[in-house]
Nanobody, 128 residues
Framework: QVQLVESGGGLVQAGGSLRVFCAASGRTFNSRYAAAWFRQAPGKEREFVAAISWSGVKIDYADSVKGRFTISRDNAKNTVYLEMNSLKPEDTAVYYC????????????????????WGQGTQVTVSS
């Protein structure tokens, strides 16, 4: 099992920046895992935001966040980051971290069904 805990969410004005964190624990020792961020806005389905391979070599973004968001990771700290810049009110959502154990690297996945482990989410609110 891999446990994921998100943090760093909060309230920010439009145009501002925020960084959210995903700390992994449990079966992280000697395991490679790809990771991703998804988000769910009120009344909407959860959607893909960004994904990163175990090595960080391969990265994928949703079109809606390209050029504004940056996903990264520090495997020594078992932490995945999402740096969000030029935030818009439509970025308001609960942001979820997801992970899956992989045997090959680099591999990235953008589907929710691809991920075995999920965090509880962190709220990001962007005011206009």
């Amino acid at each position: 099992q891999v446990q994921l805990v998100e943090s760093g969410g909060g309230l920010v004005q439009a145009g501002g920046s925020l960084r959210v964190f995903c700390a992994a624990s449990g079966r992280t020792f000697n395991s490679r895992y790809a990771a991703a961020w998804f988000r769910q806005a009120p009344g909407k389905e959860r959607e893909f935001v960004a994904a990163i391979s175990w090595s960080g070599v391969k990265i994928d973004y949703a079109d809606s966040v390209k050029g504004r968001f940056t996903i990264s990771r520090d495997n020594a700290k078992n932490t995945v980051y999402l740096e969000m810049n030029s935030l818009k009110p439509e970025d308001t959502a609960v942001y979820y971290c997801a992970a899956r154990i992989v045997s090959r690297d680099p591999s990235v996945y953008s589907g929710q069904i691809d991920y075995q482990y999920w965090g509880q989410g962190t709220q990001v609110t962007v005011s206009s």
